[in-house]
T-cell receptor
Framework: AQKVTQAQTEISVVEKEDVTLDCVYETRDTTYYLFWYKQPPSGELVFLIRRNSFDEQNEISGRYSWNFQKSTSSFNFTITASQVVDSAVYFCDLSEPQGYSSASKIIFGSGTRLSIRP | DGGITQSPKYLFRKEGQNVTLSCEQNLNHDAMYWYRQDPGQGLRLIYYSQIVNDFQKGDIAEGYSVSREKKESFPLTVTSAQKNPTAFYLC?????????????FGDGTRLSIL
């Protein structure tokens, strides 16, 4: 069965510190997709990044970087030099092709609430 | 601007009452989704639709119903059979139903029991 674990329920750091949000997933499929979304206090989730299972390249976008490691089934997210505007809940999502299974195959982690203190 | 509009922002339901949550998108996306979010939990999929006039149950469909008569609209009805409806409901869409597409979300409807 598919599963996404975000073990860090809440993280609080001082502005300008680096912070890493962990995401560990379980799946039997060889083809799958991983996403990170940000949920600010306004409520809507905002897409940050997608990674395909066959593409293990890490990615950097400004202060954000992602480390995808299939060997440890992890897709961790690092914010460098954090800012107060980064405060939000961050979700990791595992999605798999529908296939013939009745399961939806869209699994979100429980989220990590990140607070950046000025 | 293109996006997803959910209404109302807050909704109250009486015992035994059905209520309908609205979701409209002008992104010309084929696929639409409804999620439920409870405090401290991730999103759980209620229903999804990959194309007009077609929809499938998600992981927690019991007590809910949907329709997809127009590409732009995917309303969710919370029926009286849903015994614990208090939650935050999020609607989303993606360009296609393929699972490699990122989803675009509305800003949610918060449903409470009176």
């Amino acid at each position: 069965a598919q599963k996404v674990t975000q073990a860090q329920t809440e993280i609080s750091v001082v502005e300008k510190e680096d912070v890493t949000l962990d995401c560990v997933y379980e799946t039997r499929d060889t083809t799958y997709y991983l996403f990170w979304y940000k949920q600010p206090p306004s409520g809507e989730l905002v897409f940050l990044i997608r990674r395909n299972s066959f593409d293990e390249q890490n990615e950097i976008s400004g202060r954000y970087s992602w480390n995808f490691q299939k060997s440890t089934s992890s897709f961790n997210f690092t914010i460098t030099a954090s800012q107060v505007v980064d405060s939000a809940v961050y979700f990791c999502d595992l999605s798999e092709p529908q296939g013939y299974s009745s399961a939806s195959k869209i699994i979100f982690g429980s989220g990590t609430r990140l607070s950046i203190r000025p | 601007d293109g996006g997803i509009t959910q209404s109302p922002k807050y909704l109250f339901r009486k015992e035994g009452q059905n209520v309908t949550l609205s979701c409209e998108q002008n992104l010309n996306h084929d696929a639409m989704y409804w999620y439920r979010q409870d405090p401290g939990q991730g999103l759980r999929l209620i229903y999804y639709s990959q194309i007009v006039n077609d929809f499938q149950k998600g992981d927690i469909a019991e007590g809910y119903s949907v329709s997809r008569e127009k590409k732009e609209s995917f309303p969710l009805t919370v029926t009286s059979a849903q015994k614990n409806p208090t939650a935050f409901y999020l609607c989303a869409s993606s360009k296609e139903g393929a699972r490699n597409q990122p989803q675009h979300f509305g800003d949610g409807t918060r449903l409470s029991i009176l």
